[in-house]
T-cell receptor, first 115, second 110 residues
Framework: GNSVTQMEGPVTLSEEAFLTINCTYT??????LFWYVQYPGEGLQLLLK?????DKGSNKGFEATYRKETTSFHLEKGSVQVSDSAVYFC??????????????FGQGTRLTINP | EAQVTQNPRYLITVTGKKLTVTCSQN?????MSWYRQDPGLGLRQIYY???????DKGDVPEGYKVSRKEKRNFPLILESPSPNQTSLYFC?????????FGSGTQLSVL
């Protein structure tokens, strides 16, 4: 079945550092890929997505590229801020047709940014 | 404001005492779902609903019930809670692929 593996946290960085959170997936067919972010005390919210190979999703300075050859969707940001401290979840859906029905989440990576 | 509302935010109960966590969305979404979040395990789907009166099991449905009598509401019912159901629960709704989450319910079963 479909699965998502994220790098283990927690990750602690200083402000303005470069961020990479690794995500790899196993899936059949043509999944869509997502990054969700969970700020303290809140529910998850969609950060970015990509629906086909070589697509790049971007939002709030974060980027991730759908790499079919390496089955990866790594999250990157060039200069992190304290306000980026949160838990980040990589996720995939079986297909656009299936939508949210079969969304599979990784285990989450806690990110802390120190001033 | 478009939102998914869960209640209560925090709940402490004892083993075997039936409880209901409510979930309501005001976006007219057909799809709704319940997840539990546990450390190191990410989010796991409990039940989902494609529309009114249409529900199906997710990955961890044991010990839970749901109902979907109206489009906006999707309550989660624990008939006889046990300590292994202590967790952070999220309700979500979706118009397609993107999920909109509630703020969560932290449940402790003693």
């Amino acid at each position: 079945g479909n699965s998502v593996t994220q790098m283990e946290g927690p990750v602690t960085l200083s402000e303005e550092a470069f961020l990479t959170i690794n995500c790899t997936y196993t899936a059949t067919g043509y999944p869509s890929l997502f990054w969700y972010v969970q700020y303290p005390g809140e529910g998850l919210q969609l950060l970015l997505k990509a629906t086909k190979a070589d697509d790049k999703g971007s939002n709030k300075g974060f980027e991730a590229t759908y790499r079919k050859e390496t089955t990866s969707f790594h999250l990157e940001k060039g200069s992190v801020q304290v306000s980026d401290s949160a838990v980040y979840f990589c996720a995939l859906s079986g297909s656009i047709i299936q939508g949210a029905q079969k969304l599979v989440f990784g285990q989450g990576t806690r990110l802390t940014i120190n001033p | 404001e478009a939102q998914v509302t869960q209640n209560p935010r925090y709940l402490i109960t004892v083993t075997g005492k039936k409880l209901t966590v409510t979930c309501s969305q005001n976006m007219n979404h057909e799809y709704m779902s319940w997840y539990r979040q546990d450390p190191g395990l990410g989010l796991r789907q409990i039940y989902y609903s494609m529309n009114v009166e249409v529900t199906d099991k997710g990955d961890v449905p044991e010990g839970y019930k749901v109902s979907r009598k109206e489009k906006r509401n999707f309550p989660l019912i624990l008939e006889s809670p046990s300590p292994n159901q202590t967790s952070l629960y999220f309700c979500a709704s979706s118009p397609g692929e993107k999920l909109f989450f509630g703020s969560g319910t932290q449940l402790s079963v003693l």
